[in-house]
């Protein structure tokens, strides 16, 4: 088939999207495909081919992307492109995911998760892997989708939401509390703060990557993850960080973290974390693939939030639980490809 693997945009996750869309680019190549990364928001010149379709001839290996904990700004990503074009596409990306079978979405972020990409490659016809637009949107939205996750009977924390501009609202559910970007991913923007001095000190770091901020009681418990792929929950990871908690640094910094999978918890908790997981995933509207975070305690299984772009990079989590099952990775992004081409045929 031929692939694109489309990748970085101008997320703040941008360098996190690249290492996983180079991974994946070298695994469909290894398993037969004709894939090719492309840069959403670079795009390509398409200086060493003569037309589109000849893109998916370029035979060389990706080179993988190392991530660093800089967490990139608007200014520094609009540095990279210097054609003085505007817009998320960057040059012929629309040509060349048009003249693909299906595009890999390895974006990660506001911009490759929100529906925004999904929702142009609908009115051009382009196939894609991973959710739609509407359940993407409603995904990435942190307020939107634990309203959804109360209203269904899904155990999720607490929480109150404000706008930038707005004064902080009465926390009810007490200290401490978890800040994050209602829009985000990564934890980028998120901080835990211990008193209202913290919180307050907190907003305006949340602020900088998305006008309206979720503040979430505090769930102390052990944090797992669960992917979903094509209706099937993977075995869950516990995510045992070694010190602090699993920020940015913690999540794409060998060392920082400790991953158990399966972990060393009771078959009906983990039966029950699967179920709530495929309960999620249909809550959310998520298709084809994502992930599920947890926090369990004496008081059960909490979900955390919905993942509809699970990172691919050497860390990640769904290609550790998906080893777990048996599934190489070459064959997870295969499965991936072929689960939602499935779904399209289907229609």
């Not at 492109?81 to 972020?109: P, Q, S, Y």
């Not at 196939?127 to 409603?138: F, H």
């Not at 970007?181 to 703060?193: H, L, V, Y």
């Not at 926090?295 to 998906?322: C, K, R």
């Amino acid at each position: 088939m031929k692939i694109v693997v489309l990748a970085g945009g101008r997320s703040p996750e941008r360098n996190v999207s690249l290492s996983s869309g180079a991974k994946i680019t070298n695994a469909l190549r290894e398993k037969g495909h004709a894939a090719v990364l492309i840069d959403l928001f670079l795009g390509d010149d398409l200086s060493d081919v003569k037309n589109v379709a000849d893109v998916f001839q370029r035979d060389a290996m990706t080179t993988n992307y190392a991530i660093s904990d800089e967490i990139l700004t608007d200014e520094a990503i609009d540095a990279l492109r210097t054609d003085g074009t505007k817009g998320l596409f960057g040059k012929n990306v629309l040509e060349i995911c048009a003249a693909a079978d299906i595009v890999f979405l390895g974006l990660h972020g506001e911009d490759g998760e929100n529906g925004k990409v999904q929702a142009a490659f609908d009115l051009f016809g382009i196939r894609y892997t991973g959710s739609g637009s509407l359940a993407s949107g409603v995904t990435m939205d942190k307020k939107i989708s634990k309203e959804l996750l109360l209203h269904n009977h899904i155990k999720t924390a607490g929480y109150v939401s404000v706008k930038k501009g707005e004064p902080t609202p009465q926390i009810d559910f007490g200290f401490p509390v978890v800040v994050k970007p209602s829009n985000g991913g990564s934890s980028i923007g998120m901080k835990i703060a211990n008193d209202q001095a913290e919180l307050e000190a907190a907003l305006p770091d949340a602020y900088r990557f998305d006008d309206e901020v979720v503040i979430e009681e505090f769930i102390k418990g052990r944090e797992f993850s669960m992917g979903v792929v094509n209706g099937v929950a993977m075995p869950a990871i516990e995510i045992i960080v070694n010190d602090g908690w699993y920020d940015f640094e913690h999540k794409f910094q060998e060392n920082q973290t400790t991953f158990q999978t399966p972990p060393d918890i009771p078959d009906d908790v983990h039966t029950e974390m699967q179920a709530i997981a495929l309960k999620t995933m249909t809550v959310l509207g998520l298709t084809n693939y994502g992930r599920i975070d947890f926090f369990w305690n004496e008081d059960g299984i909490y979900v955390i939030e919905g993942n509809s772009l699970p990172g691919m990079t050497p860390l990640s989590l769904l290609p550790q639980e998906a080893a777990a099952a048996g599934i190489s990775y070459l064959d997870l992004c295969e499965q991936i490809v072929k689960g939602k081409l499935a779904l399209y045929e289907a229609k």
